[in-house]
Every structure is written in structure tokens, then in C-alpha cells.
């Protein structure tokens, strides 16, 4: 692949721009730094340690201002995050999410009463808002399950073991109560949840509430929820929740702290029924301790206006350029490049990250795979960095075993910006 080493250098002077940007929303006093046009090894390195640099000056703040903070506060006081937000609770895990912070992750439809919530992490946002769904219908729950994502499937496996019912496909069916669904879905096939058999099996079913609920981990914000209400039946009767993990994209690859976002939607021709549903997720948060803490909620509060949505075009944008650039035609190991972009309801969606199915499906021969690939990186004086999940700023890797096809991959994420390492790294790959 060629790019100039202009053209990289002036990625690197973006990249820093942006993260002067986050150092200068979370308040920091650190010495800045400076690129050199005619060593983009040096650059690559001083991003990183700049990175880190605010990374950990941010989490060594927030440390020390809720060293002052109890977990059951002074009666009558409020206590402030490090953006100057106000909150006030008389024991910790009574926080509730009548906040600005908690309205400054969610978003708003035409017509509809919405809230957003927030929770420990997103598998914690997942279970809880289900668990609570199973005591607020006062029954069993009936659900199908469109997802790939290991542990929500394994969690669905639980519900069932528990008396639900729920069946791992969308089909047409009187009785199911709750559709969950991942619009593209989070596992080695990438595989798109068909849109039209959604509303036909949401259209089906007679029961007389009906529950919906999107992870939307990996696209963040979309407008799929716009479009999907005015396809559904009895909408009034309707809950549409939108689910996602604000650890990757809502924090901009910093990765600072667990974070489940949960944002409820309700027809406003239902007033009833929302108050209703609201009021129950604050109870059963407050009784399960399922809530986000001060802390992390600090943590993850670093900005006054939300940055994610320029984040996740980086991210789109990256990806995109990756797919492109990546030739295996002539590669004696990788079998396969499995990638997934799709028009879904308007959104342009797109998987983060790409899976590489090599010829020889063995556990060693892919963990050999990736030590090539790092130390043709380390020859270059740079790191291709193994870590679990997605979202960062610098590219990384990973091994991905699905553990219900015994098919192995690896995972690979390139990163948020074209710097010498996202350039190399696919070079790297391409000579495989």
C-alpha cells in the first residue's frame, strides 16, 4: 500500500489536534508536544505517550476529587463532577439518572417520551433492563433473540434455563413479547438481522405489550428506532429500548471506564405507560446496585458536548480505508477477509473491526500468525498492540475463538487514525 509520508505526517498533526482537544475539555495543564516532518517514527511514539499522558493524568483527577466524596453523602449536599455537573444521592447506588450527564448520552424521537440510563457496564445494562422486563410484565418472558455477541447469547441461554422462552431466530410467532436484536451482529459471521422479518415477526405477535430492544454497540447513535416505529403495530403499547456499551466509541478510545447505556422510548400517546416503566428501572436499579458509580461516571464525563459522533465517523472512515487497502489475493495464509458495510433504515452501518479466517484452522497457527505480524511491526521500531475488545485509538489485534463453531479468527481493529502504525500494519498484513 502506498501513502505518502506527507500524507501520514499530516494524519499524525490531526490526530494530535485531536487529542489536545480531549486534554483540553478534561482541563489539563500538560506541556505540549511537537511533530517533526521528517520523522514520523518519533511522531507515532510521542502520540502514544501523549496519549497515556492524558489518560492518566484524567483517571489521577478524578481519583483525587472523589477521594473527598462518601458513598452515602452529607444530607441536603450536592456533589460535582469534575465538568461541574450537580448530583445528589444519600447512598451511592441511589444515584439516579435525573442528571445532565445521563441525558447528554441518549437522544430523542419524533413523538416520543424518551429517558436514558446508566449502568455499570453494558452486559450489566443488558441483564438488568431484562430482568426487570420479566418482573414488570409479572410473567415469562417470550423473546427472540437476532444477536451474535457470545455473552448476551449465553445470557439468553440462562433466561431460558429460568422458564422463558426464547428462541434464537425472528419468526412469526402470537405470543413473543420481546424482540431483541443486533443490527449488524457482533460475531465471526457479521451477519445482518433482516429488517423486513423483524417488523413482520414484531407485527405478529397479539401480546399486549411488546418490548424492543437494539444493541447498538457498534454503530453508537443510529436512526434505526426513527424509522422502526412507523412500521410497528400498536405502537402505543410499544417500549423501544436502545442499548449499548459506552466504554468504546462513547469515550473516544481512551477505554476509562465501564459504562451501560440504556435510553427507553415510549409513544407519547402512552404517558402512562412510560411513567410506569421509568419509575420501575429507577426502583430496581436503586434495589440491585446495578447502577454506574460516581466514580466511573466521572470518569466517563471528560466533555461538555458529545464527541462521539465524530468519533465514530473516524472510526467508519478507518475501517473503510483498512478493508480497501488490504490485499490477500496472493496470501498463503489468510483465507478469507470477513467485513460488513450494509444501508439499514438510512444509516451507512459498518463493522468496526475485520476477521481474518486463515487456511489452517489451528489454535497455533493463528496465535503464530499474529507473533509475524507483531515482530514485523517490532522490525519497523513499532507495536501492534494484542488486546481484548475494540475502539481504541491505535490498532490492535486479537485472537477470536467462537466458542459455539469451534471456528477460530483473527480480530483485527485498525485504529482511529492513518498514522505510520495503521499503515504499517496493514503492509504487514498484506505480506502474509
Known sequence: MKISNKKIYLNQKQELKDLNMIKN?????????????????????RLIQFNKRIRKNWIKNVGISNSFVYKSTLWGTDV??????KYHFSYETLLNDENSFADLMGYSIKEMNNKTFLFSSGMSAITSI???????????????????YFETKYFFKLLNSMGNKVVFDLESSTST????????????????????????????????????IMDSTMSNQTRIFNILKDKIKNIENTIFIDIRSGLKLDEEGLE????????????KSNENLFKIFKNYIEQYKGLTGTNISFYSLCLSHYFQELNAKEYVCKVKKQIIWAVKNL???????????????????GDTLISPFIFLELYNNNEKNYLDTINTLQNLMKNKG?????????????????????IFTQK????????????????EAINSINRL
Not at 460535582?80 to 455537573?85: E, F, M, N, R, V
Not at 490477500?328 to 470477513?338: L, Q, R, V
Open 382 to 402: 513499532l507495536n501492534l498492540d494484542y488486546r481484548n475488545s475494540w475502539g481504541f485509538r491505535m490498532p490492535s489485534i486479537e485472537y477470536f475463538n467462537d
Open 256 to 267: 476509562l471506564s465501564n459504562l451501560g447505556i440504556a435510553t427507553v422510548f415510549v409513544s
Open 408 to 423: 477460530k479468527y483473527i480480530k483485527y481493529y485498525p485504529g482511529s487514525f492513518k498514522g505510520l502504525t495503521a499503515v
Open 327 to 345: 490485499n490477500i489475493k496472493n496470501s498463503k495464509k489468510i483465507k478469507k477477509i470477513i467485513w460488513k458495510k450494509v444501508n439499514y433504515y
Open 25 to 45: 475539555n478534561m482541563k489539563l495543564k500538560l506541556a505540549e508536544i511537537k511533530l517533526s516532518d521528517n520523522n514520523l517514527l518519533d511522531n507515532e511514539r
Open 80 to 85: 460535582k463532577d469534575l465538568q461541574g455537573y
Open 177 to 212: 413479547n420481546v424482540f431483541y436484536f443486533e443490527p449488524i451482529k457482533y460475531d465471526a459471521t457479521l451477519s445482518v438481522t433482516d429488517p423486513k422479518k423483524l417488523i413482520d415477526s414484531i407485527n405478529a405477535s397479539n401480546a399486549n405489550l411488546k418490548i424492543i
Open 130 to 148: 431484562l430482568y426487570c422486563l420479566s418482573s414488570f410484565i409479572k410473567g415469562s418472558l417470550d423473546i427472540q433473540v437476532s444477536a451474535g
